[in-house]
């Protein structure tokens, strides 16, 4: 603040053009005309960093039409979400924005598990010791003698 208040001094003392003024202060010469701009415009010179970077596309109410959304129907895909939304943003907008709300995108409850019998715990514990002392299957998925599907 104290920068920006001796760089408007000095302009508003008229001993020095913008272009001086900004070499004086080690400033750009756009910052110089930009705070000199904001002042007449909204005659306050503190940084406006709340305006600044790039806008969302997906908004507070975008997010609660989400959620809606996944709540009557919790299998949509992320392009689905998108279309019924009518956004214009990327789907990774859309997951990243889901996952700001601590919502997962994994659809794990809607489908069986594919393959329970493989979730199983295997009897006799598990680790390095275990398998050292079993014996070796005798073949392997890749060497199996079973008939292909034609």
Known sequence: MDLRQRILAACDRGDATRDQI???FEVSLGMVKKLIQQR????????R????????KILDSHKRDMKALLWEKPDLT???????????CTIQAIHYALADM???YKKRRSA??????????RPGG???ADKAGSPRSSS???????????
């Open 78 to 88: 992320l392009e689905e979400l998108r279309a019924k939304l009518g956004l214009d």
């Open 140 to 150: 392997s998925s890749s060497t199996s003698q079973r008939q292909k599907r034609t």
């Open 102 to 104: 601590g919502m997962t």
């Open 49 to 56: 960093h709340r305006n600044s970077g790039r806008k969302p």
């Open 22 to 24: 900004a070499r004086r």
């Open 40 to 47: 007449r415009h909204t005659g306050c010179i503190e940084p």
């Open 112 to 121: 069986p598990m594919s393959n329970p019998e493989g979730m199983l715990p």
């Open 126 to 128: 598990s680790g390095a």
